[in-house]
């Protein structure tokens, strides 16, 4: 293939448009680095997990850095998300794939994949009004764990039911006719063939849906209480990571504010072990 | 399948367009110190006024165009002294260490304690207030109220109504045992409307206009005084503050002019439609 000017200046537009993206990864990342750097000069990192609780506008001398129960209410949040959205989303998927009939399949489609585009603050706000008084008058005050985790697990829904639909549409349609041929039944089909074929996508679709989880930030300050503390009910208020930079960088200066820059560092951590793992898993190791 | 010359024209000058709008806009900062725009950043409880009178003001003037970012008090401190924001919105009174900035002030705001409106408390001494915020008492029970627990409300760090509401009941931050800690005053009657066993506390503007709109909170007089627009503008009502517009220097030009808007009784209506006092009769 000869290559005409025009196919050369292409391939220089692309690989820019690649360096570009790529370099605003970095930045982002070295950015994080740099605002966060004072802090972790003067508190030191060893306070971030030391520290009695967490009361950073007193600055490096006066204030308390402790970062943990924050870590654990993400952390507690997000696995308690998952592990109610990803049956519930690999579960519609296959009803949509496997059972629905070909208008209400149609239907269900667009209906999560308007579910998945419903603005964040939207669910907030009616975790907000309508959950929170719910589950006050069972179990005050309302504004704890078991809200963050309901509320998060209907945001994280849509995106693993689409990813796993989309890893069952990329399903080799020779297994489905071979499974035919043997005679399976529908049920036989999906849980011996489906889903361990798409056991990566499917591995997938859920670590997507963690990363979704880990980084909301509007809904769960809304409703999850915001309390620094390690809970020990799911019915206590609790503080995640991201609610906590939303809740003060607006009022946040300098030592406190690079407290918030380290709390996003450590975000960016989490994110990036977790794309790592994605990453790994989707490579088709899952299945050695 | 090869693309054709055109498309890749196409392609090539979008790409370049975008490039051009990314890289020469980090320069174009210096282009806002303009003469007919000016900045105000801080106090989230000042900001939805001077949206309001910053509309009037550009009425009146046309060409200037006034941008209110709000950030919270220690924002409209630090951006007035930066140079970041013309005028800072400040929602206290400044402290020692902020002499070297001007206050103007334009209006009065107190904070009030609220509850629902169904919970049969009627008043809280200080005492009450202090013991259920340190969760001394977790009952309201304890205080003339139904037998439940108290959820208890707190505002989040380095906001001016959690350092006025500290400052006044002689707390430290870190003494209070909240259940919920909130971001905006919104966000705070949301929660105790929401909650029959509640306490919190807001701007006294923000709470007098809900509950008058039918919304399920009741306010809590303070050592015996009602918390109303009234008792904060004769000056009883004990947990109240001002609310300043600080400037770096002596303000010239378009700022001097609003900052004199702003203070005038021509903008008394804006003032009281969003439940503030105001100062100039």
């Not at chain 1, 794939?97 to 579910?115: C, V």
């Not at chain 2, 205080?143 to 208890?152: K, L, N």
């Not at chain 2, 066993?197 to 503007?205: D, E, L, P």
């Amino acid at each position: 293939m000869s290559r005409s000017r025009s196919d050369v200046a292409l391939v220089w537009i692309l690989r820019g448009c690649g360096l570009l993206t790529g370099a605003i990864t970095v930045v982002i990342v070295g950015f994080l680095l740099w605002e966060s750097l004072p802090a972790i000069r003067d508190v030191g990192v060893r306070r971030f997990v030391s520290d009695q609780s967490w009361h950073p506008s007193a600055g490096a001398a006066g204030g308390q850095f402790n970062l943990v129960p924050m870590i654990v209410a993400t952390a507690l949040a997000t696995a308690g998300a998952v592990l109610l959205a990803a049956p519930l989303g690999i579960g519609s998927a296959v009803f949509a794939h496997f059972y629905a009939p070909r208008q209400l399949r149609h239907t269900h489609g667009k209906m999560i994949e308007l579910l998945a585009g419903i603005p964040s603050v939207v669910y907030g706000l009616w975790g907000l009004v309508v959950l929170v008084p719910l589950i006050a008058r069972w179990h005050p005050p309302g504004t704890s764990l078991f809200s963050a985790i309901i509320v998060l697990t209907i945001m994280i829904l849509p995106t693993i039911a689409l990813l796993a639909g989309a890893a069952f549409d990329n399903l080799p349609s020779e297994y489905l006719r071979a499974s035919a041929a043997l005679g399976l039944s529908r049920g036989r089909t999906v849980l011996s063939v489906v889903l361990p074929a798409s056991r990566s996508g499917l591995f997938t679709a859920v670590l997507l849906g963690t990363g979704r989880a880990i980084g909301e930030t509007m809904a769960v300050l809304m409703v999850a209480g915001n309390v620094v503390q390690n809970p020990t009910s799911i019915f206590q208020p609790v503080r995640t990571i991201t609610a906590n930079i939303a809740l003060e960088m607006a009022y946040a200066m300098e030592g406190h504010r690079s407290a918030l820059f380290v709390c996003g560092l450590l975000l960016m951590g989490m994110v990036i072990v977790l794309v790592g793992f994605a990453e790994w898993v989707s490579q088709g190791r899952i299945h050695g | 399948m090869i693309p054709r010359p055109h498309l890749v024209r196409a392609i090539a000058l979008l790409v370049l367009g975008l490039l051009f709008c990314v890289f020469p806009g980090c320069s174009s900062n210096d282009a806002d110190k303009n003469e007919n725009q000016i900045v105000l950043t801080g106090s989230s409880t000042v900001a939805p006024l001077m949206s309001e009178i910053a509309k009037q003001f550009e009425s009146l003037h046309p060409g200037v165009r006034v941008d209110v970012q709000s950030g919270g008090s220690s924002r409209g401190v630090a951006d007035a002294r930066r140079g970041l924001a013309d005028i800072g919105m400040v929602s206290r009174d400044l402290k020692a260490e902020e002499q070297d900035l001007t206050a103007f002030p334009i209006a009065r705001d107190g904070v009030c304690v609220i509850i629902h409106r169904d919970n049969p408390v009627a008043s809280l001494t200080d005492d009450q207030v202090v013991a259920i915020y340190t969760d001394r008492i977790n009952n309201w029970k304890d205080v003339g109220g139904a037998d439940a627990p108290i959820t208890v409300v707190n505002k989040a760090e380095g906001r001016s109504t959690l350092e006025l509401f500290v400052g006044h009941f002689q707390l430290d931050n870190k003494q209070i045992k909240a259940d919920a800690v909130i971001g905006d005053n919104e966000q705070g009657i949301k929660t105790v409307a929401g909650n029959r066993h509640a306490i919190g506390y807001v701007s006294i503007g923000t709470a007098e206009y809900d509950a008058t709109h039918d919304v399920e909170i009741k306010l809590l007089p303070l050592a015996g005084i009602a918390a109303s627009i009234e008792n904060v503008r004769a000056g009883d009502f004990p947990l109240s503050r001002p609310l300043n517009l600080v400037v770096k220097g002596t303000p010239t030009g378009i700022v001097a002019e609003f900052i004199k808007f702003a203070r005038s009784r021509d903008v008394n209506q804006i003032i009281l439609e969003q439940y503030f006092v105001p100062l100039s009769q």
